[in-house]
């Protein structure tokens, strides 16, 4: 299946057909050209009222002050995006091809579905988990998540001023 030219195929269930039968989900996220050596994981597990997330990363930037009109390095906005697609976007944005935020009740971003607490980088290494009550396992199956290189403000629409985007994975079914 070419997801790049078939995107409402991708987003709404990237080829599986029956998402509800799906408890649990991962994501091998990987760095693009930005930050080459990221790579994680990001596990989803339906709990009771939500979802609980688990993420583990190595590779990460390491934290940089704002200098000038450079916005600090980390902590990492870090999201669900629209579709499972890690690939450019066609003005060769990194990994623009994920779309936008994962938005489905249409509220104001730091509200949305998909908005996920910054990953702190800890010279590199992340581990963090958290729960939600906005999803459920089979709701995410075949989008992705992004990390960003700048710190999200829950604030500037629609995507908190987070910056680029320098890791991506699309998120599967656990069997
Ligand atoms: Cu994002």
């Not at 990221?38 to 989803?44: D, E, N, T």
């Not at 060769?92 to 949305?112: C, I, K, V």
Request: hydrophobic content about 30%.
């Amino acid at each position: 299946m070419d997801c790049y030219n078939n995107r409402y195929v991708c987003s709404k269930n990237y080829g599986y057909l029956n998402n509800s039968q799906y408890s649990s989900a991962i994501a091998y996220v990987s760095g693009g050209r930005e930050a080459p050596n990221i790579h994680g994981m990001v596990i989803f597990t339906d709990v009771p009222g939500g979802t609980e997330v688990f993420t583990e990363f190595v590779g990460l930037p390491i934290y940089k002050p704002a200098s000038g009109e450079d916005a600090p390095v980390g902590p990492l906005g870090f999201h669900i995006h629209e579709y499972g697609i890690c690939q450019p976007g066609e003005s060769d944005e990194s990994f623009g091809a994920a779309g936008g935020h994962w938005n489905p009740t249409n509220q104001p971003h730091g509200n949305h579905a998909g908005d996920f607490p910054v990953i702190f980088s800890n010279n590199g290494y992340a581990r963090m988990a958290f729960f939600t009550n906005k999803f459920k396992v089979q709701d995410v199956i075949g989008k992705s998540v992004i990390v960003h290189k700048n710190p999200d403000d829950y604030r500037t629409q629609p995507s908190g001023a987070s910056g680029v985007r320098i890791a991506c994975g699309v998120i599967h079914p656990m069997q």
